[in-house]
């Protein structure tokens, strides 16, 4: 692995082989949170895996994350198996183990894309002000992974002065919109995409107004555009939305879509997340 | 397995031991769709799995499956893995071969619930006929499974008689809104409501208004209510809510929610699906 002129994500996700579909791995600090690594993060390594994959077919469209167990600041072993290789379609399992226990698994589909009729039903939100008009977020507490990203919030995000004065005041919502690019500026992909899917604060945090504790147990991103539609993309900034739907005995559900600005819908992507009061 | 007082859905999800956590289970012909079983029955006879297994923990919050190939109708071999037990949090690995190919494979997050605040963002739609006020769907050429089911759509249905008269008529949305339960009637658990996760006609049929082929690679569903709210509902007609986001490139996304009769949210679903022109 250079170092020199590399992205810290791709330092982050990068693999060394040991054998066909065998991998370690190690976490980077750049992208810690409060607990081991962000997400995002660990689901771009482990999607990384089948890309780098000798027998990848096409491209991702899915990937279904679960973050098992705490994460240490250690090398993992990653294993990446096709366990299912049809003529245009390919499911994977791809597990990461810390001291011989599972930490995290992904399972995935990949798929060779066709031109076909195709429609968005989605609305994309208009009248948004473009991110050079909003300032990234900047909060010296955050955990170290909000660093990497540059982050220029619409609306719905933590109100921390006024929780401060008046305390916790809970919303009718969890809505959030945001500009999110990586920082430093890197050439959107796969991997970043896969990463960005999890770059959105715990819904719970808006909707309540304050910090309580919480992990993502699973998520799911389905990846609607192609490399090179990503390519295009380049490093410019993309339009994340996010709500949640129910919160209800310890987990709530979380959705969100991500967009070009130009208004081409590249992901959607939900998770459950496990909170406490 | 006895036939006698047994409801096609437990026959169809019937699970032969051989080890532990090793199964044989069969496929059933009242949940046949057009090729191999309706993929709602695959995801309970893989959840079911799990349910069965000594080691399970607590309910599940979670399930993904992967619909790997397709399903010959005849025996399957299930593996069924706890990869990772914590606390209260559990990860499951089930994967289902026949003739020693990978067929179909699921993960699931199973969890302890807990009391804790809950909330519900998502709107209960208001002003809705009851199911004894519509009728159950009728038409002879359905594949089997639509038999299991009674469907009653309040909207969001193809149009067969206009598309006969008029052609195909595009749509500009592909919502649909029914009651649905379990034909015969079933007291609703967990093994029915991940059946009832994928019993929403595939979207590109509304938005088109036309039938085109097409086959979930992956849904992943996201149970809200616990064991006892389930139960309580019985066999009662539930709410089902669905649409699409996005059609590109050969595969479109579906999310749909499951709310009971007086407007409690029960699950939460998502699934790719490939369709052709």
Not at 21 to 42: D, L, M, S
Not at 47 to 55: D, G, I
Not at 186 to 201: E, G, H, K, M
Request: contains cysteine; charged residues 15%.
């Amino acid at each position: 692995m250079s170092t020199m002129n590399t992205h810290p994500l791709d330092e982050a996700i990068a693999l060394t082989e040991t054998a066909p579909g065998r991998y370690t791995a190690r976490t980077h600090p750049a992208y810690a949170n409060a607990v081991g690594p962000f997400g995002g993060v660990t689901a771009a390594l482990l999607l990384n895996a089948a890309l780098k994959h000798p027998q990848a077919l096409g491209e991702p469209i899915s990937q279904t994350v679960h973050f098992a167990a705490p994460i240490n600041d250690d090398i993992l072993q990653i294993d990446a198996n096709p366990v299912r290789t049809n003529r245009s379609t390919q499911h994977w399992l791809v597990q990461a183990f810390q001291q011989g226990h599972l930490v995290a698994m992904c399972t995935a589909v990949f798929a060779v894309r066709r031109d076909t009729w195709s429609a968005v039903d989605a609305r994309f939100p208009g009248n948004l002000p473009p991110p050079d008009q909003l300032s990234p977020l900047q909060w010296s507490k955050q955990p170290p992974f909000t660093h990497c990203y540059d982050l220029r919030y619409i609306s719905g995000m933590v109100s921390l002065d006024q929780a401060m004065r008046d305390g916790p005041q809970e919303q009718p919502h969890a809505e959030s919109s945001l500009w999110v690019r990586d920082e430093p500026p890197r050439a959107l992909d796969f991997s970043s995409l896969a990463s960005l899917c999890d770059v959105f604060f715990p819904r719970v945090f808006i909707r309540r107004q304050r910090w309580t504790p919480i992990g993502t147990v699973t998520m799911t991103s389905y990846f609607h555009a192609d490399s090179q539609t990503l390519a295009q993309i380049g490093s410019a900034h993309v339009l994340g939305c996010a709500r949640a739907q129910v919160y209800q005995n310890g987990f709530f559900d979380q959705s969100a879509e991500i967009w070009s600005a130009d208004g081409e819908l590249l992901a959607t992507t939900h998770q459950m997340v496990y909170y406490k009061d």
